[in-house]
């Protein structure tokens, strides 16, 4: 069955630096991959995705993700980090043989002014 | 375009009581899901549909927990008789269609304390 690993709980990062949130995965086929942000007391909401084609994916609020198969990895990036960034991110993974979307356990972004 | 609507939004009942989650998805989406998300942890599919049929409940306790789909459109989540480790926030998506690739957009979630 598919899995996603985000190894950071936590990751802290001064206002207007570049912060990179973590996430590995395990697919038996191709695999689909997703970053959602959860504020508090809301819902998930959708950042971006990679389905296929190019590796850098870009997405909501100027996040943008990397895709590298050989590492099995879909980082989450974003150039200049605002203290409104500060939130829960969570990695999801699907694959083509698996209905299941299965997300990882999240990591709290904090930006620090 | 409104978004997945929830209701409660919170809810606290004692154990071994009943409780219903209520879900209306974005208007035109297929499929339906829901997750139970516990504190601490990433949201865990509990059963999805498109549009009125069930897709896949396999993750869900269906001694306890029950969810329909009346006409394809809203629904409810059912948990009899609930236990301290139903504690969770539930939270309910949908997608256009029913294709792995496709997006799913949330609602802000039921928040259920057992006590």
């Known amino acids: 069955a598919q899995s996603v690993a985000q190894p950071e709980d936590q990751v802290n990062v001064a206002e207007g630096n570049p912060l990179t949130v973590k996430c590995t995965y395990s697919?038996?086929?191709?695999?689909?991959l997703f970053w959602y942000v959860q504020y508090p007391n809301r819902g998930l909401q959708f950042l971006l995705k990679?389905?296929?084609?190019?590796?850098l994916v870009k997405g909501s609020y100027g996040f943008e993700a990397e895709f590298n198969k050989s590492q099995t990895s879909f980082h989450l990036k974003k150039p200049s980090a605002l203290v409104s960034d500060s939130a829960l991110y969570f990695c999801?993974?699907?694959?083509?043989?698996?209905?299941?979307?299965?997300f990882g356990a999240g990591t709290r972004l904090t930006v620090k002014p | 375009e409104a978004g997945v609507a929830q209701s409660p939004r919170y809810k606290i009942i004692e154990k071994r009581q009943s409780v219903a989650f209520w879900c209306n998805p974005i208007?035109?989406?297929?499929?339906l899901y829901w997750y139970q998300q516990i504190l601490g942890q990433g949201p865990k599919l509990l059963i999805q549909?498109?549009?009125?049929?069930?897709?896949?409940d396999s993750q869900l306790p269906k001694d306890r927990f029950s969810a329909e789909r009346l006409k394809g459109v809203d629904s409810t989540l059912k948990i009899q008789p609930a236990k301290l480790e139903d504690s969770a926030v539930y939270l309910c998506?949908?997608?256009?269609?029913?294709?792995?690739?496709?997006?799913?957009?949330f609602g802000p979630g039921t928040r259920l304390t057992v006590l």
């Open positions: 990679y389905i296929t084609g190019d590796n």
């Open positions: 998506a949908s997608s256009l269609e029913v294709t792995i690739t496709d997006t799913q957009y």
């Open positions: 208007s035109g989406h297929a499929t």
């Open positions: 697919v038996s086929g191709n695999p689909y």
């Open positions: 549909f498109q549009n009125n049929g069930v897709v896949d």
């Open positions: 999801a993974v699907r694959d083509g043989n698996n209905n299941d979307m299965r």
